[in-house]
Structures are given as structure tokens and as C-alpha cells.
């Protein structure tokens, strides 16, 4: 994810009110809306930073070294309380055999991905190891982990092709392997995954990034097929809405989809759904749903998106992209999709430490 601005990766915390910004000066929060610095470690505390994970709008943050000038190793978890008095603000390291793609946190556990390993902890109270699970070669760290406190889900890539597996936190016994459920999602590899704020839904993409698929976390069927395009492409990104009632997708073609999962009759159908019975190499692109409104990034610049939390409508949705800038847009029902505000981030100046 870098880029030429020292970027290394983005993260919105649980609640998508704001996001963290790893960096090879260091570490940066920002609120989402209004838009505005909420701190910052500087690269003498931390060294350049690969990946960075906030808990809620809590004081604790996981980080992990990397970049260019790194403080601390890529195969160790920090984790920082800024609540801490005196200089010294890290109160926790976990280290591992091999190098951490991804971190995720609720408040109750900490997650994170290796290569093909995935490791659950006790968090914050109390670390220990809770679970561990092999996985399918995963070098993009793909993961998450529901913040829902009723439903404690943690999905990611099964051992199968195309397939996930979905573990209930909440009922899995502690030091055992219990085996997750898994769902046949698609035929090539997993190139991206999301679960809905409740843990009710999960979506995901292969690779190819042409079709997304929702499905019920619960009876695992599979209840929706979104199509983002018809040209393969690198999903960044998906996200679902505060009340699950919509889904959106960015990708390396520089544009945003935004799917009505709730009111599926607001999405667009391709025009030969209405011819009528199509033959078996038509039969998939037709049955598919095209997204209600897009809307416009840098194609360049990876990116991450999330939806404003008004529940007002139009409704919203920013992009804040590795190349520093952040993009609001809002839709309306109909597929109507403006830009509303452009800031570039990094150029945001806050003089108070973290």
C-alpha cells in the first residue's frame, strides 16, 4: 500500500469515526467527520510504522514495524497506551515466527495474521493465547473480525480455494482448534472480505474483483451476487454501512461501487434481465446486481472507504486513499452520487501529541 507520501497503510477503527495512518514518520489519527488531526506519534517514539490498528476512539493502538526506517521488527505487535504516564507508552509486545500482515482488534480480543497462521488473544485484560488456526496461504493478511458484542466473528481465507471460514468467538472453547464453518465462496482465490457491523452478513471477492458475494453468517447460504464489473481488479476494500442497508467497493479502476443490500430493487440489473431467459453463458453476468451509484478515486492510490454515520438521507461515504487525500461523496436512492467534500489528509496540521 505505499506510497511516494510515506504511507505505508490505512486503517478505520470499528466504528468508522476515524482512521489511523501508518507512516514512515510515524503514526497519524484522524476523526472522519468532521475531518481533523486527532493525534500523532512522531518517528523518534515509534520508528516508521507498517501497520497500525486503534481500538474503538480508545488510547490503545497495535503497531507494527515497517517502512523505511523501522523502530521495531515486522514479527512483533506493540501495543501502545497513550493513557500511560511517563515516556515509556508501550505496554504489551506480542512476537511471532513470521512477519504480521494484519491486526484487528474488539474490546475484548486481539487478532493477528501471518502468512498462514492466524492467532486470537485475550485483549486487553489479561492477555493470553486463546486460538490458533492454519490457513491458506494468505500473503495479503485477509481478515476481520466482527466489533459487534453480541456476535464475536472472526473470518478469514479456509484451506480450500475460494472458500472462508467463519469462527464464533463467543462459543469456540479456548486452546482448542475448533473447526470453523466454511463457505464455498468462489472458484479462485479470496482477494477481500467483510463482515456487517452485527455479524449477520459476510461479504467477499475473489481476486479476479469482478463478482461480490453476500452471505448469511448464520445459516451460511449465500443471498446476494453484486457485480462490480466485467474487467478483472484488485479490491481494496469493502465496506458495509453503519445498518447493513448498504455495501461499498473500491478498486485499482479508480472508482467506488456503492450496493443497496437492504432494498435490493434499488440496484441496477443489466437490460438483458428484462429479455427474459438467457442461455447458460449469459445466465450468471445477467442474474447479477450492478451497483445503485460509483463514484471517483485516484486509480493509483489504494485506498479505504466507510460510510457516514448521520443515517440521514442522501446518505454518505468517504475514500481516504494512500496518496494522503480524502474524498465524501453522497448518494441518494435513485443513484445520484456527488462529490460533497475533498481534503488532501496529511496536509492537516494538529500540534498536540497523541
Request: hydrophobic share 40%; glycine share 8%; net charge neutral.
Amino acid at each position: 500500500m505505499a506510497q511516494a507520501r510515506g504511507v505505508n497503510s490505512l486503517r478505520f477503527n470499528q466504528d468508522q469515526s476515524c482512521f489511523c495512518v501508518a507512516m514512515d514518520s510515524g503514526v497519524r489519527i484522524f476523526n472522519v467527520e468532521p475531518l481533523m488531526e486527532k493525534g500523532h506519534l512522531d518517528a523518534e517514539q515509534v520508528g516508521s510504522v507498517g501497520l497500525v490498528e486503534m481500538l474503538n476512539r480508545s488510547n490503545l493502538l497495535a503497531i507494527v514495524g515497517g517502512g523505511s526506517h523501522p523502530k521495531f521488527p515486522d514479527v512483533s505487535v506493540l501495543i501502545w497506551d497513550d493513557a500511560r504516564e511517563g515516556k515509556d507508552k508501550l505496554v504489551l509486545e506480542f512476537t511471532f515466527p513470521k512477519p504480521v500482515l494484519a491486526v484487528r482488534m474488539r474490546h475484548d480480543k486481539l487478532v493477528v495474521v501471518l502468512q498462514t497462521r492466524l492467532y486470537v488473544f485475550s485483549f486487553p485484560h489479561n492477555p493470553a493465547k486463546l486460538f490458533e488456526f492454519d490457513t491458506r496461504d494468505n500473503p495479503k493478511g485477509i481478515c476481520d473480525l466482527c466489533p459487534s458484542l453480541e456476535k464475536p466473528l472472526l473470518v478469514f481465507p479456509g484451506h480450500k480455494c475460494g472458500s472462508l471460514q467463519l469462527v464464533d468467538l463467543g462459543s469456540a472453547k479456548p486452546g482448542t482448534s475448533s473447526a470453523p464453518f466454511t463457505i464455498n465462496a468462489h472458484q479462485s482465490e479470496v482477494g477481500c472480505a467483510a463482515l456487517s457491523p452485527p455479524g449477520s452478513l459476510v461479504a467477499s471477492a475473489s481476486r479476479r474483483g469482478t463478482l461480490i458475494r453476500l452471505f448469511c453468517t448464520q445459516s451460511r447460504a449465500r443471498l446476494l451476487e453484486l457485480r462490480r464489473g466485467t474487467d478483472p481488479a484488485t479490491l481494496y476494500c469493502l465496506a458495509f454501512s453503519p445498518d447493513s442497508a448498504f455495501l461499498c467497493a473500491a478498486s485499482d479502476k479508480g472508482t467506488g461501487h456503492v450496493f443497496a443490500l437492504r432494498d435490493t430493487r434499488l440496484n441496477r440489473r443489466s437490460a438483458l434481465a428484462r429479455v427474459g431467459k438467457v442461455g447458460p453463458v449469459l445466465g450468471p453476468y445477467v442474474e447479477s446486481q450492478w451497483s445503485l451509484a460509483s463514484f471517483t478515486v485516484p486509480a493509483e492510490a489504494p485506498c479505504l472507504c466507510a460510510f457516514g454515520r448521520g443515517g440521514r438521507s442522501p446518505s454518505s461515504v468517504v475514500a481516504v486513499c494512500v496518496d494522503g487525500t480524502f474524498h465524501k461523496y453522497v448518494f441518494s436512492p435513485d443513484g445520484n452520487c456527488n462529490r460533497e467534500a475533498f481534503d488532501v489528509f496529511l496536509d492537516i496540521c494538529d500540534d498536540d501529541d497523541f
